[in-house]
């Protein structure tokens, strides 16, 4: 067995503009981090900087990165940089994350149309038929925090589900922990999942929020995704296979319908998606994968265009990093990367068509600009070569 270990720091949404089919999907000129530096004036971002990611940005974009004035670097280890393309038919999650495991999506995934009703009637028949509702709310496009607002007193005094639908293709339902039940929740994104199938949607995402009133409404952590199962197998899928360990930390094993996936840490926020990482980084055996997604990137900052809050949330991911880089053995390796943009100064609310940074450091890495990368999926072919696996279908290792 290898005695290798890889990390990969998903960082969702931190795509580094530039994409060449942006305007294919009415994107053109997003730069998620770019515009996100500019617009605070600089970044302060000492260790991503010093493992190449403002080179990679300009390489992206062929602009420079602004930054503010950086103190000194507590990571000091060679590193790869460059940027990656996607080959996806979309700019969703799934997409971004099995492209780059190896599986890209070169199919057009079902969407529900933005404005209300989004939801065929008979979806929603068969739905609360099933599970026993006399009805639900929302039923359109909506920010998850603005509509547990809009709709959460209704939800607890009808007891009717919110459900609602994004760019991507979701079908998303809120209910409080409490007053409909956590595990009632689940039971009836089961039911929805099964009966979304015809429509080929990629998830069915469980919002649980508490909160007596509006104003006090907040989602928790028992957030579930029901996923689709990639079209083919992933690096995920190989290492497991082949007697290797895959730990998701986050939302991973959800993204990936639990397939690859060995041992599965739930953790949310960024503080404690790090403290999680850095944890099972450190006890992880030989010939393991560690994947974590930092999803507030995406779900805190980008879609609630928080522009100051993302910066700020990439200059505390960026003062964790020395910790991860102290504890590292001798032949393991860390990737950095994101799955797409959400580019918090650009037009509505949703992910952006970008190219994404890759970062690969490690105490034996030889330092390099890989250049832009023609797939997302050359980070699963590299983590394939490293771990001594048989080659993907797809990608080009950049080892």
Partial sequence: MNHKRAIILMLDSVGI?????????????????????????????????????????????????????????????????????????????????????????????GYFPPAYPSFPADLIEKICQEAGLPGILGNKAASGTVII????EEHIKTGKPICYTSADSVFQIAAHEEHFGLERLYKLCEIAFKHVAPYNIARVIARPFVGEKKGEFT?????????????????????????????????IADIFAHQGITKAVKASGLAELWDVTLREAKAAPPSSLVFTNFVDFDMVYGHRRDVKGYAQGLSYFDSRLPELAAQLGEEDVVFVTADHGCDPTYTGTDHTREHVPVLMFGKKVCPQFIGGRDTYADLGQTVAAFLGLPPLSVGKSFL
């Fill in 149 to 152: 607002e809009e709709l959460g």
């Fill in 219 to 251: 989602r928790t952590k028992n957030r579930h995704d029901y996923s689709v199962k990639p079209p083919q197998p992933t690096v995920l899928d190989a290492l497991k296979n082949a007697g290797g360990h895959v730990i998701s930390v986050g939302k």
């Fill in 17 to 109: 503009g530039g994409a060449e089919d942006a305007a294919k999907f009415g994107d053109t000129g997003a730069d998620t981090l770019g515009h996100i530096a500019r617009a605070n004036g600089g970044l302060q971002i000492p260790n991503l900087v010093s493992l190449g990611l403002a080179k990679a940005a300009q390489a992206s974009t062929g602009s420079p990165l602004e930054l503010s004035p950086q103190p000194a670097a507590g990571v000091h280890l060679p590193s790869k940089y460059g940027f990656m393309r996607e080959i996806s038919h979309g700019k969703d999650t799934s997409s971004g994350h099995w492209e780059m495991a190896g599986a890209p999506v070169l199919f057009n995934w």
